[in-house]
């Protein structure tokens, strides 16, 4: 089965400490995002990726961290510096910046409670 | 629709009626636009796309109709059933790469 895995689906953690999310795809996509989403909002674009060892800040970047180390990875780090970090993310694949291909498939999302 | 803060852009609809959702869009150049649907708790799905050079697209029971004069799209769903209760995205290119994604309407189908 191809798709795009995010774990863990629930993530609780205490204030002032650093957490990673997963994002791993097994479709072979070049582009890497991820997003956060707030009760009754719509997406918010954190960072994304369109190469391996290449990303680019989004909309919302500060207090997050990144790596594209590997093409099927993307993990997101949430640090303490990150003000209101208690969001639901959520992680997207697309085939191919270069193909000008917008489509992108999203994970089951994360959702981070910080105390 | 423009997000209340808090509270989505809500249609409520009867089981077996059609639905009709809407979303500006700003930028008059976009050449693309996407409906995602997103369950609760779950990650978006993509539904239907249209391109610039269209002003219909249709799909298994969803029309996107676009009207460029406005910079205005809509998602018809014909007969909505239970399952069809979802927030509804729009999205247009914002970028290279990117998306930009409306405030989404939450849609309720009561049977």
């Known amino acids: 089965d191809g798709g795009i895995t995010q774990s863990p689906k629930y993530l609780f953690r205490k204030e002032g400490q650093n957490v990673t999310l997963s994002c791993e795809q097994n479709?072979?996509?070049?582009?890497m995002y991820w997003y956060r989403q707030d009760p009754g909002q719509g997406l918010r674009l954190i960072y994304y990726?369109?190469?391996?060892?290449?990303?680019q800040k989004g909309d919302i970047a500060e207090g997050y961290s990144v790596s594209r180390e590997k093409k099927e990875s993307f993990p997101l780090t949430v640090t303490s510096a990150q003000k209101n970090p208690t969001a639901f993310y959520l992680c997207?694949?697309?085939?191919?910046?270069?193909?000008?291909?917008?489509?992108?498939?999203f994970g089951p999302g994360t959702r981070l409670t910080v105390t | 629709g423009e997000s209340v803060g808090l509270h989505l852009p809500t249609l409520s609809v009867q089981e077996g009626d059609n639905s009709i959702i809407n979303c500006a869009y700003s930028?008059?150049?976009?050449?693309?636009f996407i409906w995602y649907k997103q369950e609760s708790g779950k990650g978006p799905q993509f539904i239907i796309d249209?391109?610039?050079?269209?002003d219909k697209r249709q799909g298994q029971r969803v029309t996107v109709l676009l009207n460029k004069t406005v910079k205005h799209l809509s998602l018809q769903i014909a007969a909505t059933q239970p399952g069809d209760s979802a927030v509804y995205f729009c999205?247009?290119?914002?970028?290279?790469?990117?998306?930009?994604f409306g405030k989404g309407t939450m849609l309720l189908v009561s049977p």
């Open positions: 479709l072979n996509h070049d582009a």
């Open positions: 930028n008059s150049a976009s050449d693309y």
């Open positions: 999205a247009e290119p914002s970028g290279y790469s990117t998306l930009t």
């Open positions: 990726s369109q190469i391996v060892n290449d990303f």
């Open positions: 249209i391109r610039s050079n269209m």
């Open positions: 997207a694949s697309s085939i191919s910046a270069a193909a000008h291909s917008y489509e992108q498939y």
